[in-house]
């Protein structure tokens, strides 16, 4: 809880340390009432700041919030407490020598930290959260990522419930001691920062498993996990190490230590963490096999396994200097993830499910008040900003300087970047630095992207000179204001595209001034404010298809008719780009829907969508989780985001008015694929692989349109499923569709056999929580609030307020936007609950609120009263005081 008035850190006002840590030797003696730490750091000053500060030694500032200091000593020498100043956050010492030896004792208390930052427990388990800034509720230190220091760290308990304990790097001695307690001691080869700092003690199995790195090196790899889950973790294994296989071969990157561990805790804020050879994640993001976790789950493992092992690289040898640069590591680690993913799987189905996600969410929160640049240049609560805008518009930059350099030279560069800041804590600058380095390109304007907040508009117009035979485009930039930031310089836009003759063969390309043609795709660089290119040899009007791929994150405009969209969809040969003139074209139906219901007409459906999608489901030779996104319709949430005034009710109306329209005249074409794939689903045993994924993507997306049909040999078909399949994809697809269904009995059925079968697993739990939290049927609150009393909710437990609270407010926008204001009034008091005891997911859930501005008045007024009665209902965390107060500035 904030004890001092929330100060706003600035990244101007960044300066180095005074002192360095270059031994950290930590003592941890866990006890169920309290645990005691001892650290002892061999410290000296920094050289680089002798110049500012002179000779004269200046105080040694530690962080440190939550202990209970038992004894300090210098050298040595035992402290009096009129030898140093003491704090709610820091304590201060006077050190008299360039070179000294700080020992401290602090009592901290594991057992009641709700925060779940720092030490705490989760079930029986001990296990830490240190990242961004949680290692100071562990003990005294510098707790900044530019304090790099080598770690060894004992830990003592009691043999019988904590036979496991871990911390990073190796293991180099062990022991039992008196009264039935045992210890053991790590040690971490590779200096680091205190935020990759992990220590575990539990009751764990383990699946092991050994991988052989590029240079022969044998590693040990071992997956930690309550016993009950030991059956759950050989996806996540195989994940492992399909990931380090892929950086060796794609980044040249080798794993250093002779371990990697991964342990799995059921209470956690985030997805994982990267530490230092130790892992620690979210159960939901390890545990995975066919009859607990869906084909999405199992694939968000794969891509979270991955990322965090990236991380060892991208973060831990090279990471970030202060939290500003929080991007350096994260928008490189999710841009290598996606690519891991995108080799794994579908390249295709992986870059229009990450750009639907950008669009809808990333493009939100940089519209909104808490919109930052990718490098922001001041925060309240750095735990405000593991943002979208971080990690998934980070790794979209990261992706244009891909596309800019192509894949060898960027390769160049991340070899520079690793060569050069091994073992060092580092800049975008830098990185930037060295990617201009291994080119010879000039990045700088490109670097706006990092410094400038807002989603770029890109407005494109064509002219065709017919006798000239010359085809020019013209793009116009612009850049919302955002907070802080009123007039926006324009941005370096690479945009890949082609030019479709009318048969939908691509051009061959060719600018005036050039030579000669080349192929006929393209990337062209956007610049200026307004700039035009100007193709020659161009014997007929093209139809142009830009941005190809989302090469660029901005909000594109062309003016496209509804049959250029449906060419498109059949002929462009770019796979993302005919999914992204469907949802243009489904967009553009949609819209005239939703202004014929606010108007009081009859809703009428463009049959030319309806026959667009015919083509696309009769078409047997398509990739079928190419087909089953084509067959997705833009969510409720993308038509709020690109909404002026977005009128929840409208929309809602208008898109299930568009799925039952669709369900009804595709159903034969719908109900053939269906069968087929639930026939090719019984004779196949479950495979997580990107075939079967698809398989049963098109099955359940027919299966929900299908469902609205009401006729009895779909409910029968979808009974069938639910009772008979082998997996969790197809089982909560079936709950899902009951559940959102009129089928009162079916329904109730389903979900009362679900929740009887699974109630010993909490994360299954959690997707039964979520279909109802997220289910349009009217009444949504009142089953919300039934649901929190339900035996295996917990709002102590991240994972269960996400998957209730986050799903109702998230994802359910007409019961939660109740014009009434319950679901605001209900969220704020999660909210003012949820502050007094885990702030930080207290800030995350509030997001839905930070919307008002995309509202209608009526709203806006409930849902600004109560944002306002957050701020008043008396003493907030950081972390929520920032994120209301901006979003009433
Ligand atoms: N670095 C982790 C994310 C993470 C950040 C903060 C946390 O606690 C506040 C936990 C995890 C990642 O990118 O995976
Ligand atoms: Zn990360």
């Known amino acids: 809880m904030r004890t001092e008035q929330p100060k706003t850190i600035y990244l101007k006002d960044y300066q180095a340390p005074e002192y360095l840590i270059d031994e950290t030797h930590l003592t941890f003696e866990l006890f169920e009432d309290h645990t005691l730490v001892h650290a002892q750091l061999v410290m000296r000053r920094n050289p680089e700041r002798v110049a500012a500060t002179g000779v004269a030694l200046p105080p040694l500032v530690l962080d440190g919030q939550q202990l209970e200091l038992l004894s300090v000593s210098l050298d040595d020498v035992a402290l009096a407490p009129a030898d140093y100043v003491l704090t709610d956050s820091h304590l201060t010492l006077q050190p008299k020598a360039e070179r000294f030896v700080v020992d401290s004792s602090v009592r901290i208390h594991p057992e009641s930290n709700t925060a779940l930052e720092g030490l705490y427990k989760s079930g029986g388990m001990f296990c830490t959260q240190c990242e961004a800034e949680g290692f100071r509720k562990i003990t005294y230190y510098l707790d900044r990522p530019d304090v790099m220091s080598k770690f060894t760290t004992t830990l003592s308990g009691e043999q019988l419930k904590y036979p496991v304990l871990l911390s990073n790097g190796n293991l180099i001695a062990s022991g039992a001691e008196e009264g039935g307690r045992h210890w053991a001691t790590w040690e971490d080869p590779f200096k680091k920062p205190a935020y990759l700092f992990a220590l575990v003690a539990g009751d764990l199995w383990c699946v092991e498993d050994a991988f052989t790195t590029m240079s022969g090196r044998e590693v040990t790899l071992r997956i930690y996990v309550e016993p009950e889950n030991i059956d759950k973790c050989q996806h996540a294994m195989d994940s492992l190490k399909k990931a380090m296989k892929w950086d060796e071969e794609v980044y040249g990157r080798e794993y250093d230590l002779d371990i990697f561990m991964i342990v799995a805790v059921n209470d956690f804020n985030m997805g994982a963490m990267e530490n230092k050879g130790l892992n620690i994640f979210n159960s939901s993001c390890v ?55 995108a080799d794994m799987n579908s390249r295709t189905v992986k870059r229009i499910e990450d750009v639907a996600f950008l669009r809808t969410n990333q493009f939100a929160e940089d519209a909104g008040p808490m919109a930052h640049p990718v490098r922001p240049d001041s925060f309240i609560e750095i735990s405000n900003f593991y943002t979208l805008t971080v990690y998934e518009k980070g790794a979209e930059v990261l992706r244009m300087i891909h596309t800019l350099l192509g894949a060898e030279t960027f390769r160049k560069g991340s070899d520079l970047y690793f060569e050069r800041h091994d073992g060092q804590a580092v800049t975008c600058d830098d990185f930037v630095k060295a990617m201009e380095d291994a080119s010879g390109l000039d990045l700088t304007q490109f670097k706006r992207w990092y410094i400038q907040a807002g989603t770029p508009r890109l407005a494109v117009s064509e002219s065709y000179d017919a006798a000239a035979k010359t085809y020019s485009l013209t793009f116009r930039q612009s850049c919302p204001p955002t907070p802080g930031q009123k007039d926006k310089q324009p941005f370096v836009i690479p945009v890949e595209l082609g030019l479709l003759d009318g048969q939908g063969r691509e051009l061959p390309l060719r600018l005036q001034d050039e030579e000669a043609a080349t192929g006929g795709n393209r990337v062209l660089s956007v610049t200026e404010a307004e700039q035009t290119f100007t193709f020659v040899d161009i014997a007929e009007k093209p139809l142009p298809s830009l941005l190809r791929g989302f090469s660029a994150p901005v909000r594109l405009s062309f003016p496209y008719d509804r049959d250029q969209l449906m060419f498109l969809m059949q002929h462009d040969t770019d796979g993302f780009n005919r999914w992204e003139a469907g949802q243009q074209l489904s967009v553009q139906v949609l819209q005239e829907l939703i202004g014929q219901y606010q108007r009081g007409e009859a809703l009428a459906l463009d049959q030319r969508l309806v026959a667009a999608l015919r083509t696309v489901l009769e078409n047997e030779a398509l990739d079928q989780a190419m087909v089953a996104e084509m067959l997705s319709l833009p969510s409720e949430a993308y038509l709020t985001e690109i909404s002026e005034v977005a009128d929840v009710d409208a929309i809602h ?111 299954v739990m959690d997707q039964w929580f979520s279909v109802q939290a997220a289910s349009t049927q009217p009444g949504g609150l009142e089953r919300v609030r039934a649901l929190m009393e339900h035996p295996a909710f917990n709002l102590k437990n991240p994972n269960k307020v996400r998957a209730l609270i986050g799903a109702f407010a998230g994802q359910n926008l007409v019961n939660f936007h109740n014009a009434d204001g319950s679901g605001y009034r209900f969220l704020a008091d999660i909210v003012i609950t949820l502050n007094g005891f885990n702030p930080q997911i207290a800030s995350r859930q509030l997001a839905p609120l930070t919307r008002w501005r995309k509202y209608d008045a009526s709203r806006q007024t409930l849902m600004k009263a109560e944002l306002e009665r957050i701020l008043a209902s008396g003493e907030l965390s950081s972390d929520v005081y920032e994120v209301v107060s901006k979003s009433l500035a």
């Not at 053939?672 to 479950?686: C, D, G, I, L, M």
Request: charged share 25%; aromatic share 12%.
């Open 287 to 341: 545990l995975a096999r066919a009859e607990t976790a869906t084909d999405a789950a199992h694939q968000r493992v794969e891509g979270v396994v991955a990322h965090e092992y990236f991380h060892n690289w991208s973060g831990n040898r090279v990471t970030c200097r202060d939290w500003f640069q929080l991007s350096l590591k994260e928008g490189f680690t999710v841009f290598r993830d996606a690519e891991f993913s």
């Open 653 to 763: 109306a208008a898109r299930e008015f568009a799925r039952r329209q669709l369900a009804s005249a595709l159903f034969e074409p719908l109900w053939k694929r269906y069968q087929a794939n639930r026939e090719q689903s019984r004779q196949t045993t479950y495979v997580a692989e990107a075939g079967h994924f698809a398989r049963r993507s098109l099955q359940n997306i027919a299966l929900s349109y299908l469902m609205l049909s009401e006729r009895p040999e779909v409910l029968a078909a979808c009974l069938e499923q639910y009772d008979a399949c082998d997996n969790m994809t197809e089982r909560l697809t079936a709950l899902a569709v009951l559940v959102n269904s009129p089928f009162a009995e079916e329904r109730a059925k389903a979900l009362a056999a679900f929740a009887e079968h699974f109630k010993d697993n909490p994360l």
